[in-house]
């Protein structure tokens, strides 16, 4: 699911950022107790290099912070994680920052709805078998050491 919207923001060193399309995965990971989901936010930076943390705010969740580390100049990609959604079409808020409290301005921000992210189970099995005969008669075989 990719949206994308459009809003601006200037980094303290002057340069503005573009939160550029927001990519649900269909990862989750749990960390202490709490499903989050694996998402990636597209950014565009037209300045200089800046160290990055988002906050992401999803209902019924406290608001989590996460650095995502430093803000090349151009188009990046960056991952953050999700706080599991209630339903589809919750919408979820990204908060770009230059500082790790998260206060004051961001220097771009974006709302989005989003959809609950499936729950799977993959099981695992390896298998094998061998070919017995399968270069020569099993008769012959028995007496080949």
Known sequence: MKQTQQPTGVNSMGSKVHITAVTQTPYMIEEKGVLQSETKLTLQNTGGLFAAWVRVAAPGTAPVVEPVGTIPEGESTVTVHVPELQQDGDVVKFWLYTAASCEGEP????????KK????????????H??????DYQEYLRTVK
Do not use: E, I, M, N
Request: positive net charge.
């Open 117 to 128: 992210v499936r729950h799977w189970k993959v099981y695992v099995s390896h298998s094998s």
């Open 107 to 114: 220097v771009a921000a974006l709302a989005l709805p989003q």
């Open 130 to 135: 061998v070919d017995f005969g399968y270069t």
